[in-house]
């Protein structure tokens, strides 16, 4: 068969087939499931899975797929304009947002538990990533914005074991609240 001839469904598996071949120790996929039917996604996803347990093979998934995240990862970094905002385990970041962004990700989500006819929108735009603003990059969109924000970048701070922000509502736990490049 030609690649023409295949669906999404077996193009992925293919890539995938192909990134596994040598077996390596990290696999690094973005986006894997993009633009897959929900079956076709679990299939994938389960294959995958099932390669990284059969190899010991560590993976790096990079997604906007809160979904996906909580099904395959132990781990999860939340990232707003190249920078990493809240980082850790998957339970904590899940149960306990800290950043604005992070909330808003969660708020942009169908809930079945919810009465909410509307999702909530992240306000604003994204910045150009070639004129990123200084401060925090997330500024000019966050509900509890101040001056400080715009000033300075803040730190990621520890929050609680092994659970990070980057936010100055957090610095006060640590942190000085300037500088930081993780």
């Not at 469904?9 to 986006?31: F, H, N, S, T």
């Not at 190899?55 to 998934?61: E, G």
């Not at 990232?79 to 708020?107: C, M, Q, S």
């Not at 401060?135 to 001056?147: H, L, M, N, S, V």
Request: proline residues 6%; hydrophobic residues 35%; contains cysteine.
């Amino acid at each position: 068969d030609y690649p023409h001839q295949f669906s999404g469904g077996m193009k992925q598996r293919v890539v995938i087939a192909i990134a596994l071949a040598c077996r390596p120790k990290l696999l690094i996929a973005d986006e894997p499931t993009t633009a897959l039917d929900v079956t076709i996604q679990a299939q994938i996803l389960d294959m995958i899975n099932q390669l990284k347990r059969r190899d010991n093979t560590s993976m790096l998934l990079i997604t906007h797929d809160l979904g996906v995240v909580a099904q395959n990862c132990d781990e999860v970094a939340i990232v707003y304009a190249g920078e990493i905002v809240e980082v850790g385990n998957i339970k904590d970041v899940y149960r306990k947002k800290l950043h604005p962004y992070t909330n808003g990700l969660f708020g942009s989500v169908p809930s079945l538990s919810s009465t909410e006819r509307r999702l909530r929108a992240i306000d604003g735009m994204m910045p150009d990533p070639t004129r990123l603003p200084g401060g925090c990059k997330f500024y000019e969109r966050c509900p509890r914005a101040a001056e400080r924000c715009r000033r300075g970048l803040p730190e990621l701070v520890e929050y609680g074991p092994g659970h990070k922000v980057r936010c100055f509502e957090y610095c006060g736990k640590g942190g000085t609240g300037l500088g930081g490049d993780e």
